[in-house]
């Protein structure tokens, strides 16, 4: 059968990144999803076993986190575009003739507590989605819990994971610096009714994120999501006296630390992925009922 290879390229997708500058305290983070395509002299792949001269599709995806952590400074997706481009054809001139790549940037921002800005907090904009569940029966009875989903919050520092358990099945390192990003999901139940249902969602979303991000300057610390979690579930308790549990759902969104070729990791270039997870969960009640904790 006669045929023509009439086009070809090759790239790598969803190459995901996330990017800290650390000014001082003041840090500023983006997230990108990078997708890249070389067109090159590479029809004999094709054509032939042979893959001489061919830049793989993970030296393309190594390539995202080299240029990144080779921008001292904050750049818009477009410049970030541009030099990997440029670093792909200018790196391997003899066989890329044209490199494309797509960068999408998720729309994380700066938190505004009040008009103050958060030195290392971001959320992401528009993420949440506001939940009630409801239930009447017929002796009378109202049961009424509100929530939220998909909250999506990161602090690019004051978080650390150390004193594990580790045996022979432990690769994960102590680490007393890192992003600690989640999509809070949270219910809470009124044991009565507020005053407004609307003004107690906002002062338990505020205790919530209060609880998270710690003070504009300098933040808190969290050693954890749990110890994390739990105190934000007594924050929402303390702030609304209406609320009598709060179950709160914490995925552990991981960006890892990424020391691209011939760079050491400076707290700078991550790899972010969601797929596997950490995922974290517990309820808050009220009270002093010994907790099931036998440390
Ligand atoms: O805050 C964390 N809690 C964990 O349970 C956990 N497990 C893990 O691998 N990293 C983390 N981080």
Redesign the pocket.
């Known amino acids: 059968m006669s045929a023509t290879l009439a086009s070809h390229q090759h790239g790598k997708s969803h190459v995901r990144l996330g990017r800290v500058w650390r000014t001082g305290d003041v840090h500023h983070f983006v997230e990108l999803r990078v997708h890249t395509m070389l067109e090159s002299d590479m029809a004999h792949a094709f054509l032939t076993d042979s893959n001489a001269g061919m830049t793989a599709t993970d030296t393309q995806k190594n390539c995202v986190y080299y240029v990144a952590k080779q921008f001292t400074s904050p750049c818009s997706p477009e410049e970030f575009g541009l030099a990997l481009a440029q670093h792909f054809v200018r790196e391997y001139p003899q066989t890329v003739w044209k490199a494309k790549v797509a960068v999408e940037m998720m729309p994380w921002r700066r938190l505004d507590v009040g008009g103050q800005l958060h030195d290392h907090g971001f959320m992401m904009q528009g993420s949440e989605i506001r939940t009630a569940y409801v239930t009447f029966d017929s002796k009378g009875k109202a049961e009424i819990t509100a929530g939220l989903k998909d909250l999506k919050v990161l602090k690019t520092t004051q978080s650390g994971?150390s004193g594990?358990l580790h045996d022979k099945y432990t690769t994960?390192p102590d680490v007393g610096d890192r992003i600690?990003a989640t999509s809070v999901t949270a219910t809470w139940r009124y044991s009565q009714p507020p005053a407004s249902y609307d003004a107690a969602y906002g002062a338990v979303k505020a205790a919530l994120c209060s609880a998270f991000y710690g003070p504009p300057k300098g933040g808190v610390f969290?050693p954890?999501?749990?110890f994390t979690l739990y105190r934000m579930g007594q924050a929402a308790l303390a702030r609304v006296p209406q609320v009598e549990s709060v179950f709160l759902n914490m995925p552990?969104l991981?960006f890892i630390p990424c020391a691209p070729v011939t760079s050491s990791f400076d707290n700078d270039v991550y790899l972010a992925t969601s797929e596997p997870h950490?995922n974290?969960e517990a309820v808050v009640t009220r009270g002093t009922a010994a907790p099931h904790c036998r440390l």
């Open positions: 994971y594990f994960l600690v969290s954890s999501v749990q552990n991981h950490g974290i």
